[in-house]
């Protein structure tokens, strides 16, 4: 199965007698015209975006971990994640908007329209996103 399928809770491991993955609440990035919604949801409430290579080990692992530790009310933020590979202009775009350079992975916090935190690689997973509710 994908990656999407994963995410997105297509794929049941647990009829073949393995452990189902916890998958966080993501919303796919697919658009450049989400930006400027996320931008403003983010005067609501805390939006994050999840910038994932589908093609790194490193991102994948990354990515796992951070599915595997998530303990967040979905109603708390709103959690984006946008697949680099297949939407590159959204990836630059993103980086642009928010004035960030990019990195992969790479998880940005957005508050009020600006970026109030960004980590890359393993430092993601040491994110505390509580603290930004």
């Avoid at 999407?4 to 998958?23: I, M």
């Avoid at 949801?41 to 975006?49: F, G, H, L, T």
């Avoid at 959690?79 to 990195?103: A, C, I, K, M, P």
């Amino acid at each position: 199965m994908g990656i999407f399928n994963r995410l997105f809770g297509k794929d049941n491991n647990s009829e073949n007698g393995k452990k189902e993955a916890k998958v966080a609440p993501w919303v796919p990035l697919a658009s450049v015209d989400q930006l400027e919604a996320i931008k403003e949801k983010s005067n609501a409430k805390p939006q994050v975006i999840f910038k994932h290579s589908t093609t790194c080990g490193i991102s994948r692992m990354v990515m796992n971990r951070f599915n595997e530790g998530y303990d967040i009310s979905k109603n708390s933020l709103d959690l984006h994640y946008l697949d680099l590979h297949q939407y590159r202009s959204v990836s630059n775009e993103t980086s642009s908007v928010f004035g960030v350079v990019h990195e992969s992975p790479q998880l940005l916090v957005i508050k009020n329209g600006v970026v109030v935190a960004h980590e890359s690689h393993g430092a993601i997973t040491r994110l505390d996103l509580k603290k930004y509710i």
